[in-house]
């Protein structure tokens, strides 16, 4: 069973390390884009348009500036625990479950590559 072996093999940390390096390139990709748009003081326009339009535009910029923001930041967060995830590869700790001590699913790893809890572990934290 999965269970009872310690790590992960060489062969399988390499597998996982091109995933999450595959995932990084796209997540900081779309971390550039987020940052452009937050950044993005264009004029949309609407100086010539009714006061109250141009009241809600602004309020509607602001709402997704902050929203742009809050995307950035979970961004960022991603793409650091990733980067932390390439470490437990390089120490050949990855894929093992921090508090149960049990390999983490190749499922779960798959989709969630960062993940340093098993289901277990994270039923056991609700």
């Keep these: 069973m999965a269970d009872e072996k310690l790590r992960y093999s060489d062969a399988d940390l390499q597998e996982f390390k091109q995933l999450i390096q595959d995932?990084?390139?796209?997540?900081?990709?779309?971390?550039?884009?987020i940052k452009e748009?937050?950044?993005?003081?264009?004029?949309?326009?609407?100086?010539?348009?009714?006061?109250t339009f141009k009241a809600f535009e602004e309020g509607a910029e602001t709402?997704?500036?902050?929203?742009?923001?809050?995307?950035?930041?979970?961004?960022?967060?991603?793409?650091?625990?990733?980067k932390h995830a390439l470490i437990r590869i390089q120490n050949k700790t990855y894929?093992?479950?921090?508090?149960?001590?049990k390999l983490i699913p190749?499922?779960?790893?798959?989709?969630?590559?960062?993940a340093t809890l098993s289901i277990e572990a994270k039923n056991m934290q609700r």
């Design 23 to 33: 995932k990084i390139a796209k997540a900081e990709k779309d971390l550039v884009l």
């Design 37 to 51: 748009s937050f950044i993005n003081d264009q004029n949309n326009g609407t100086d010539d348009t009714s006061p």
């Design 63 to 82: 709402l997704s500036k902050e929203q742009n923001s809050i995307l950035a930041g979970r961004q960022e967060k991603f793409v650091r625990d990733l």
């Design 95 to 101: 894929g093992i479950c921090r508090v149960t001590g």
């Design 106 to 114: 190749k499922e779960r790893l798959k989709a969630v590559p960062h």
